[in-house]
């Protein structure tokens, strides 16, 4: 359990280090369906599938494979991540199917 509240905690300082404002305004630009990027959310979600969800149900297999495709992205210096521009981060995260990890509130 320990390695996974690690792996969780890991990926949450990286995600609230590189999901800025401006970021999360460049990600929404990107969408037809207006919503706005709930960063905090986005940080209980991991939060709840590394701490319950991942014990209870083998079929969550691919979103533990999304989850670390998305921690090499952030936390891994060979992924050049820090050399992108907004624009080539967003589709790089559309690209790797990552978008659907980040949690959304939809305006009406």
């Known amino acids: 359990m ?3 509240v690690s792996f969780a905690e890991n990926l949450i300082d990286a ?3 590189n999901f800025t404002k401006e970021f999360c305004e460049a990600f929404e630009r990107e969408n ?3 919503y706005k990027l709930s960063v905090p959310a986005t940080c209980a979600a991991i939060r709840v599938f590394y701490y319950t969800t991942k014990f209870k149900n083998r ?3 691919y979103r533990d494979q999304q989850y670390n ?3 090499y992205i952030l936390n891994n210096e060979q ?3 820090d050399s992108l521009n907004l ?3 967003v589709i790089l995260l559309y690209f790797e199917q990552l978008d659907s ?3 959304r509130n939809y305006l009406h």
Do not use: T
Request: overall charge positive; charged content about 35%; glycine content about 0%.
């Open 79 to 81: 992924s050049k991540w």
């Open 32 to 34: 037809f369906v207006r």
């Open 2 to 4: 320990a390695q996974f």
């Open 59 to 61: 079929r969550w297999k």
């Open 15 to 17: 995600i609230e280090r």
């Open 69 to 71: 495709c998305m921690n």
């Open 101 to 103: 990890l980040l949690v």
């Open 87 to 89: 624009n080539e981060k």
